[in-house]
């Protein structure tokens, strides 16, 4: 999954304007103006489509963590981070403060079927035994997962 395509996923469960988008930027010293935001939601063959880099992304995620549970202590930002759909899928678990049984919870709705023991693995250090790489179709059930969930809660908040 590209780095662009991850941040539509976030940017269409979380229903994300570009305004809060900035303003999440920022929460990790990450500036980023209208027009590099509105870039980067564009499809891939625009004329002004912009690629999001791996820091990029990865300090979008840190200022959703920050944005949904508060600035940690001491927390630095960490700039000229590689990112891939492990990091992707870790940050948003952390960002949701998310447990084993919610994402288990949320990749059934999205079909997919993971035991705990699998989940993990995900979430283990790359030189780890028993990591496992996440690949672009448990990422996209995650996000499926999720996006039913938020749709839901936006939905019974306007009722």
Known sequence: MTNNEAL???RYIFAL???KISTIFQHA???QTAEQIENYLRKNGESEFSRV???TLASFLDGL???LRGKKEGAQAQLNQEINNNIIFNKIKIALALKADDIIALLAAGELTLSKHELSAFFRKPEHKHFRPCHDET???FFNGLHLQYRQVVK???E
């Open 53 to 55: 880099q791996d820091n």
């Open 17 to 19: 304007n570009s305004e």
């Open 139 to 141: 990422l996209i059930k």
């Open 65 to 67: 963590i920050i944005e």
């Open 8 to 10: 539509q996923h976030i």
């Open 156 to 158: 019974d908040i306007k």
């Open 29 to 31: 010293e990450c500036v």
